[in-house]
């Protein structure tokens, strides 16, 4: 079982005071806040070790690519991959994604091809597909999302996979409704119809065992920010044999095996599409967070995220005026529970619960076919929880609601 008040601890943002109040953090979909452990650990390469990798024949420098290389190996067993030569890091899973759409995409993708995504698509995992459409001549579907359930809707994606796209690229789980998807079934069924997949893990991986072998998504896109590590690392997971086929995006030092005036051969994976100087200090602190993951177990996060989403809706029952948007079912649910409340624009939602220390995000979340065709709502409020969240965060943030609707007037 996860002690909660023992993890809080090692979060030393959770003690800091902002105009006399502790802050209450409940926005870890946005990012998430780091532990002592990753924070000491970026300290000590600046401290002891800080030099290139790959390039220094001495001691620091062979230090740092130990370092940066066993955070791979780390990358790659989280998530059940095979050597880390499958592990490519890009600035984030957004930066993953676009290398996929632009390199993959551009070998693999012609005029009239079909590409499927979801209605419930951060724009990450829409703009670069929209690009990639534009430029090729192809065809963009979206797989529609069921207004009552807020899940995919089963007629559509098979509509969808009609097409026989080449590739059909979704989130395993909502960043504003917290549906989970089933990887699994919905990888199976776009082979089936002849598609790739791509695997959006930004709001997965960081909350539940994800098992890219089991699943066999094709691509996975993580980022490191949202799972305790340092912002400006992500993951672009695949297999050997298809980055082998895929031309790196970026081109320059270290991706490079030799150099020629006129020609240039390609380094071996996973280096051959990280080009230049790489982010050495996110890779050792992400490293860091994995261990932490690690340390605490994905299970018992996933069991205590559940346990407080549960308890968040429960405490919310019968409150009139205010409306929840995402599944019933805990069970396909990630701890993410956006909501709206009449009268109030989520703007001033975010601002009156930041008048009780707690933060929340409001908008469109960077899902705004989502937000938009689906919900109907120019934005929402949103509160999202973490490994370090309390029963005693969620009764502020209920307090905080009965005060927005006792400001605006509701029920
Ligand atoms: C579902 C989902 N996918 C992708 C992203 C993009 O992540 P990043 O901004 O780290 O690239 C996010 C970020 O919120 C997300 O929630």
Same mark, same amino acid.
């Given at each position: 079982?996860?002690?909660?008040?023992?993890?809080?601890?090692?979060?030393?943002?959770?003690?800091?005071?902002?105009?006399?109040?502790?802050?209450?953090?409940?926005?870890?979909?946005?990012?998430?806040?780091?532990?002592?452990?990753?924070?000491?650990?970026?300290?000590?390469?600046?401290?002891?070790?800080?030099?290139?990798?790959?390039?220094?024949?001495?001691?620091?420098?062979?230090?740092?690519?130990?370092?940066?290389?066993?955070?791979?190996?780390?990358?790659?067993?989280?998530?059940?991959?095979?050597?880390?030569?499958?592990?490519?890091?890009?600035?984030?899973?957004?930066?993953?994604?676009?290398?996929?759409?632009?390199?993959?995409?551009?070998?693999?993708?012609?005029?009239?091809?079909?590409?499927?995504?979801?209605?419930?698509?951060?724009?990450?995992?829409?703009?670069?597909?929209?690009?990639?459409?534009?430029?090729?001549?192809?065809?963009?579907?979206?797989?529609?999302?069921?207004?009552?359930?807020?899940?995919?809707?089963?007629?559509?994606?098979?509509?969808?996979?009609?097409?026989?796209?080449?590739?059909?690229?979704?989130?395993?789980?909502?960043?504003?409704?917290?549906?989970?998807?089933?990887?699994?079934?919905?990888?199976?069924?776009?082979?089936?119809?002849?598609?790739?997949?791509?695997?959006?893990?930004?709001?997965?991986?960081?909350?539940?065992?994800?098992?890219?072998?089991?699943?066999?998504?094709?691509?996975?896109?993580?980022?490191?920010?949202?799972?305790?590590?340092?912002?400006?690392?992500?993951?672009?997971?695949?297999?050997?044999?298809?980055?082998?086929?895929?031309?790196?995006?970026?081109?320059?030092?270290?991706?490079?095996?030799?150099?020629?005036?006129?020609?240039?051969?390609?380094?071996? /994976?996973?280096?051959?599409?990280?080009?230049?100087?790489?982010?050495?200090?996110?890779?050792?602190?992400?490293?860091?967070?994995?261990?932490? /993951?690690?340390?605490?177990?994905?299970?018992?996060?996933?069991?205590?995220?559940?346990?407080?989403?549960?308890?968040?809706?429960?405490?919310?029952?019968?409150?009139?005026?205010?409306?929840?948007?995402?599944?019933?079912?805990?069970?396909?649910?990630?701890?993410?529970?956006?909501?709206?409340?009449?009268?109030?624009?989520?703007?001033?939602?975010?601002?009156?619960?930041?008048?009780?220390?707690?933060?929340?995000?409001?908008?469109?979340?960077?899902?705004?076919?989502?937000?938009?065709?689906?919900?109907?709502?120019?934005?929402?409020?949103?509160?999202?929880?973490?490994?370090?969240?309390?029963?005693?965060?969620?009764?502020?943030?209920?307090?905080?609601?009965?005060?927005?609707?006792?400001?605006?007037?509701?029920?």
């Amino acid at each position: 079982m996860l002690e909660v008040n023992k993890v809080r601890k090692d979060f030393p943002i959770l003690d800091v005071m902002y105009d006399g109040k502790r802050i209450t953090y409940l926005d870890s979909a946005a990012t998430s806040q780091k532990p002592v452990q990753v924070i000491d650990r970026v300290s000590e390469y600046y401290r002891n070790y800080n030099s290139n990798i790959h390039r220094g024949i001495y001691k620091i420098s062979e230090k740092a690519t130990e370092e940066y290389i066993s955070s791979k190996e780390k990358a790659a067993k989280l998530i059940n991959s095979g050597s880390y030569s499958e592990i490519v890091y890009t600035k984030n899973a957004t930066d993953a994604i676009n290398l996929v759409a632009a390199s993959w995409g551009n070998k693999n993708i012609g005029k009239g091809d079909h590409i499927l995504i979801t209605e419930m698509e951060h724009h990450s995992n829409i703009v670069p597909w929209q690009m990639l459409a534009e430029r090729k001549g192809a065809v963009l579907d979206y797989v529609s999302v069921d207004k009552s359930t807020y899940t995919l809707d089963e007629q559509s994606l098979e509509m969808g996979l009609e097409n026989n796209p080449k590739i059909f690229a979704f989130t395993h789980t909502s960043n504003v409704l917290g549906t989970i998807n089933d990887a699994k079934r919905l990888t199976k069924m776009a082979h089936k119809a002849g598609a790739a997949v791509l695997l959006d893990g930004a709001q997965s991986v960081p909350h539940m065992k994800v098992d890219v072998n089991e699943i066999g998504a094709d691509f996975i896109a993580f980022s490191s920010h949202k799972m305790l590590g340092p912002a400006g690392i992500g993951v672009l997971r695949a297999g050997r044999d298809v980055l082998e086929k895929m031309d790196p995006l970026i081109t320059g030092g270290d991706m490079i095996l030799s150099v020629e005036k006129h020609k240039s051969t390609w380094n071996s /994976l996973p280096w051959k599409f990280e080009a230049g100087t790489p982010n050495v200090e996110g890779g050792i602190g992400f490293g860091a967070a994995i261990d932490y /993951l690690n340390m605490i177990g994905l299970d018992d996060i996933r069991r205590h995220e559940i346990e407080l989403t549960k308890y968040a809706i429960e405490s919310l029952e019968g409150e009139k005026g205010l409306h929840i948007y995402g599944p019933d079912r805990l069970d396909i649910k990630g701890g993410i529970v956006s909501f709206s409340i009449d009268r109030a624009h989520p703007h001033d939602i975010a601002t009156i619960f930041d008048s009780f220390g707690i933060a929340i995000r409001a908008g469109h979340h960077c899902a705004m076919p989502l937000v938009k065709s689906v919900l109907e709502l120019p934005a929402v409020a949103r509160m999202s929880f973490y490994l370090y969240n309390d029963e005693e965060e969620v009764d502020q943030a209920v307090q905080a609601i009965k005060k927005v609707k006792e400001i605006f007037h509701v029920g």
